[in-house]
């Protein structure tokens, strides 16, 4: 069964940066489509993106296109997420999500992710 453990979040002034990290084991994400959600307090969970790890496509949310990247790096099993030009509703509760069930293409439906990490805060400051 795959863990999945986030880190890299933190607190940052509005127009900053972070890179959220999501380490995978006891699973080669060699293959699957991995995601990226978030929660703010009192809002539903969003998308924000995803990618094949067996073929680097990626998708974005509207409101995180053009800023956020996601990546991949199979040889430490591990999905990254670079955060640029971070806005204050960037603020959240960032999780790393893997479906090792669906083949691509990857889509933000959270009902496919089986497997979830624990959160990483990220705090954005105007």
């Known amino acids: 069964q795959v863990q999945l453990v986030e880190s890299g979040g933190g607190s940052v002034q509005a127009g900053g940066s972070l890179r959220l990290s999501c380490a995978a084991s006891?699973?080669?994400?060699?293959?699957?489509?991995m995601a990226w959600f978030r929660q703010a307090p009192g809002k539903e969970r969003e998308g924000v993106s995803t990618?094949?790890?067996?073929?680097?496509?990626?998708y974005y949310a509207y409101s995180v296109k053009g800023r956020f990247t996601i990546s991949q790096d199979n040889a430490k099993n591990t999905v990254y997420l670079q955060m640029n030009s971070l806005k204050p509703e960037d603020s959240g509760m960032y999780y790393c999500?893997?479906?090792?069930?669906?083949?691509?293409?990857?889509?933000?439906?959270?009902?496919?992710?089986?497997?979830w990490g624990q959160g990483t805060q990220v705090t954005v400051s105007s």
């Open positions: 999500a893997a479906d090792l069930n669906t083949g691509p293409p990857c889509t933000l439906v959270s009902g496919r992710f089986g497997y």
């Open positions: 006891r699973y080669s994400l060699s293959s699957n489509c």
């Open positions: 990618i094949y790890t067996g073929g680097g496509s990626t």
